[in-house]
């Protein structure tokens, strides 16, 4: 069942709350979609559902993350997270809230919401799912938007570099779920 955050207890800097866990996502922003091929099996799928609602794929990726309840918190409606990228004085953070779970038979993941002082406006998911045949899925889906005069600045670099990311991730997800 997919759980989506009430309007209201949040505040995020866009518009368009819970719109990646619907089509098509909104007009105006960039948007991405990566989906990468993980593995196979229900082992797997547990494995890098786990991963994903933990923020471990993404730690495990070189991002820092931070929570209220430290590592291995999982991911609810509501759950804050403060997002890191880059070393020293060059670390860009990035704060985030939890939009909605998705914690299903078939499908495991989150989305998470810009909130002030992000250098982006917009929302990124990102899912597990099992297909019958046992095949496993990774699918990083976003839209967003400049919101601070450096990323601006970036123009179609910033888009490229979250492309790059999500395929980044996948990797490190695939290689996180093949010991299951």
Sequence with gaps: MTR????????????DRGATARRPLPAGYNHLHQ????GR?????EAAGTA???????????????????????VRPGLR??????LGPLRITAPCQVIWTAYEPTRVGFAYGTLAGH??????????????????????TAFSRPNRWYTRLAGPVVPLLQH???????????ALASGA
């Design 164 to 174: 790059g990311y999500a395929r980044w991730l996948g990797r490190h997800l695939r």
């Design 81 to 86: 997270a403060e997002v890191g990228l880059g």
């Design 52 to 74: 994903v609602t933990t923020f471990h794929a993404h730690r495990a990726s070189g991002v820092r993350v931070r929570t209220p309840g430290g590592e291995g918190t999982a």
């Design 35 to 38: 989906r990468t091929r993980i």
């Design 4 to 15: 989506l955050i009430s309007a209201g207890r949040d505040t995020v800097n866009y518009p």
């Design 119 to 140: 250098p982006e406006c917009g929302e990124e998911s990102f899912l597990v799912e099992i297909d019958a045949d046992g095949a496993v899925w990774f699918t990083v």
């Design 41 to 45: 099996g229900r082992a797997v799928f």
